[in-house]
């Protein structure tokens, strides 16, 4: 691979208003910085064609629902779903993960069913689990990983039994990069009978995604972390599935017909969707696909992939940094430096125009297994190059130098 062009950073950073030169925006993972196309888009939904979806009998409100409705197709497109009614616009992944554990889980759920998890989740994708399993007498249990940080599947095949009704697993972890095997993960599942679960929110905006060819069940992600609006977001669920789901929220746009005696519900996706839609939001998450497509999921993939193994090598020579997660990592480097808490880290680099994340990266349970509270995360995203690679590591020297 030809390194030097790879962490060029794909001549985009033009494109990002809210970053100005110099300043080293490391945090991706957390939430992207928006483009200038989705940010035109946002501004034109709000100051041209701005209306409600689905129930307006007037011509905006027709076109606003046809443009709705053609963004829908759009992202089924971009995830590979076989259909847009499989598509259920939600608040972001937590929500969509909540949508699943509450309606199929409290509908399929029973004492004595399990639910596998694994040892680097996010809170989003643990909680509503426990919630859920609370409710319905259902017990967790939760996958090891293997010593560089990946879901150790071997393990978790041998811990799978006909118990288990849901696998639900991070596509790419938020805190190490580690990918997983998503099609091994879907084979696991599916040999025991049970459903399988991806969190793509750190999968989506760095590697071609396709529901179908992974054989997954349920697929959810954020808008925001891949370069859309904040406040939207996806869960993809296959029909038949959805079908057999009851209602999560009730409300408005999710019925068939309402009476005091009796209420009956739409077909998905307005099942799912009470209320009215965030309609700018999906405009705007349209307009982010069309972007980071026009870049292309492989090249992005590439750049990042380089971009890590950069900082990888700058960090690795520096000897108090400890790094975490497997070599081939996604996007993401976690990493400590001995006797020094990461919120310190944080602060000093801040000083030197580099914004990263420092904390438990709503994983606890990762931190307890790494042993550490904390760590300092550095992500990355279209508009970074080695320029920020080496601010990061300049940073980083500068912060061995303070602390002796
Ligand atoms: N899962 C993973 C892997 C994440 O990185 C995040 C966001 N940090 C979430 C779930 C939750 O996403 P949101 O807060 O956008 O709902």
Request: hydrophobic share 45%; aromatic share 6%; net charge negative.
């Amino acid at each position: 691979m030809d390194v030097a062009a790879a962490t060029r950073p794909l001549d985009r950073v033009a494109d990002f208003p809210a970053i100005p030169s110099g300043w080293a925006y490391l945090d991706t993972a957390a939430t992207a910085q928006k483009p200038l196309p989705v940010i035109a888009a946002i501004d034109r939904a709000y100051s041209e064609t701005y209306a409600t979806v689905h129930r307006g009998v007037y011509q905006r409100s027709s076109e606003m629902t046809l443009a709705f409705e053609a963004a829908r197709k759009r992202v089924a497109l971009f995830i590979g779903a076989p259909s847009p009614d499989e598509i259920i616009f939600v608040r972001g992944a937590t929500e969509g993960i909540n949508l699943v554990a509450q309606s199929w889980g409290g509908s399929q759920l029973k004492p004595g069913d399990r639910i596998m998890l694994s040892m680097l989740e996010h809170h989003s994708n643990i909680v509503p689990w426990q919630l859920i399993a609370e409710r319905t007498g259902a017990q967790i249990d939760v996958a090891p990983l293997t010593e560089d940080g990946r879901i150790d599947l071997e393990t978790m095949a041998s811990m799978l039994t006909e118990k288990h009704r849901i696998v639900a697993l991070a596509h790419v972890s938020n805190v190490l990069g580690s990918v997983l095997d998503a099609r091994r993960a879907a084979e696991l599942a599916h040999r025991v009978g049970a459903r399988l679960l991806l969190d793509g929110c750190q999968a989506v905006p760095r590697m071609k995604v396709d529901v179908a060819d992974l054989g997954c069940d349920f697929y959810v992600f954020s808008g925001h972390k891949l370069y859309g609006p904040t406040g939207i977001g996806v869960l993809w669920a296959r029909g038949e599935i959805l079908e057999a789901m009851p209602p999560w929220q009730g409300g408005g746009a999710m019925i068939d017909q309402v009476t005091f005696a009796r209420t009956t519900f739409a077909p998905p996706p307005a099942r799912f969707e009470a209320g009215t839609p965030h309609v700018v939001g999906v405009l705007g998450l349209e307009a982010a696909v069309d972007y980071i497509e026009a870049i292309g999921l492989g090249a992005i993939h590439v750049h990042e992939t380089a971009l890590v193994a950069a900082t990888r090598d700058a960090l690795s020579a520096i000897n108090s940094v400890r790094l975490f997660g497997p070599e081939e990592s996604a996007g993401i480097v976690s990493f400590a430096i001995e006797g020094v808490h990461p919120h310190d880290i944080g602060t000093i680099l801040d000083e030197s125009r580099v914004a990263i994340r420092a904390g438990h990266h709503c994983a606890q349970p990762l931190m307890a297994h790494l042993g550490v509270e904390a760590t300092a995360r550095a992500s990355f995203g279209v508009y970074n190059g080695r320029q920020d690679v080496e601010a990061l590591a300049g940073g980083i020297e500068r912060v061995t130098r303070i602390f002796g």
